[in-house]
């Protein structure tokens, strides 16, 4: 099983570390002559460096601020058109600095891999967590930009947003909540909210490939999302089966219904912080820049089924 690549039809491969020379990806099964619109991948690539719009660069961590992210295509693509070959990209590390992290060379992070990643392999890169860190879901979003240019000749579209900081869900409040959790040496956690529209009834199969478990699977693979709902969700224990059983989240059996599919996802507050006593540059919501990944990963999920 090779846990650096998704999907089976139309795949990423996801390499490189967060303090290495760089990151990056290759995508097969693109379709030839898909064009790309590589400033929207750019846009994408703000959008998980500098966070959602309401937000925007409030308690981001210094390094994604300074982080150039520009993608040098390898392979696949010539005058902007896919050539039906293997894609390969890479966003080389320009602001990497992993002397600031020399003390966890001996030493393990609460609530981070460190510890679990060198009993599974005997070694680690201790640079910030290597693989396990958050730079690596750059290469995550611009696979989900390819993917989501293709599912949109399809008439599907795809977009998140962040719904909820904390116990916060008036939007214009978002940077004020982060920001006093900044201020303290803390941090906080969210939830992103994803609609899928113009997907075609009958999108997912029966019992172990249904959509919302490739969803699921797809959008648990992020760092730090700790949970995954979709129509009624756990608010739906509470409520009598007459009041809500025509709730689906366009989703039935598994299977799509024809109308919104819609989900929501909760990322948890960084362990990584000044008040915990832990060095480096981290954010203080992780989940304001959790939402182009989100997006593509759900992209990733959804083109692989139809």
């Known amino acids: 099983m090779n846990s650096n690549t998704f999907g089976k039809d139309w795949t990423f491969t996801s390499f490189g570390e967060s303090h290495g020379r760089a990151i990056g990806g290759v995508l097969d099964g693109v379709r ?40 040098e295509w390898l392979s696949g693509v010539m005058d902007g058109v896919t050539l039906g070959t293997p894609i390969a990209f890479i966003i080389r590390n320009t602001d990497a600095r992993p002397e600031d992290y020399e003390w966890l060379k001996h030493n393990y992070r609460v609530g981070h891999a460190d510890k679990v990643y060198e009993q599974k392999y005997g070694i680690r890169d201790w640079r910030s967590g290597g693989r396990a860190s958050a730079r690596e879901t750059a290469a995550r979003v611009v696979a989900g930009a390819v993917a989501k240019q293709e599912l949109a000749e399809r008439g599907v579209r795809i977009q998140a947003q962040l719904v909820k900081v904390g116990a916060e869900t008036d939007p214009a409040r978002f940077e004020e909540v982060i920001t006093d959790y900044q201020r303290e040496g803390d941090s906080i956690g969210g939830i992103i909210e994803c609609r899928i529209s113009g997907l075609p009834a009958g ?104």
């Not at 703000?46 to 925007?56: A, I, M, T």
């Not at 009041?243 to 598994?254: D, F, K, Q, R, V």
């Not at 832990?278 to 692989?304: F, Q, S, W, Y």
């Open 203 to 306: 999108t997912g199969e029966p019992i172990f490939d249904k959509l919302q478990a490739h969803l699921a699977y797809a959008v648990m693979s992020i760092n730090a999302c700790k949970g995954f709902e979709y129509g009624t969700g756990f608010g739906g224990v509470t409520q009598p089966g007459s009041a809500i059983n025509h709730i689906s989240g366009g989703i039935s059996g598994g299977i799509s219904d024809g109308g919104e599919v819609v989900f929501r996802c909760v990322f948890k507050p960084t362990p990584s912080t000044p008040k915990a006593g832990v060095k480096g540059r981290h954010d203080a919501c992780v989940a304001t820049r959790a939402v182009p990944v989100v997006e593509a990963m759900t992209a990733l999920a959804v083109i692989n089924l139809i």
């Open 32 to 71: 030839a002559g898909l064009k790309i619109d590589f400033d929207l991948i750019r846009q994408e690539l703000e959008r998980r460096s500098k966070g959602v719009k309401e937000v925007r660069s409030e308690g981001v961590s210094a390094r994604a601020l300074r982080e150039a992210d520009e993608v």
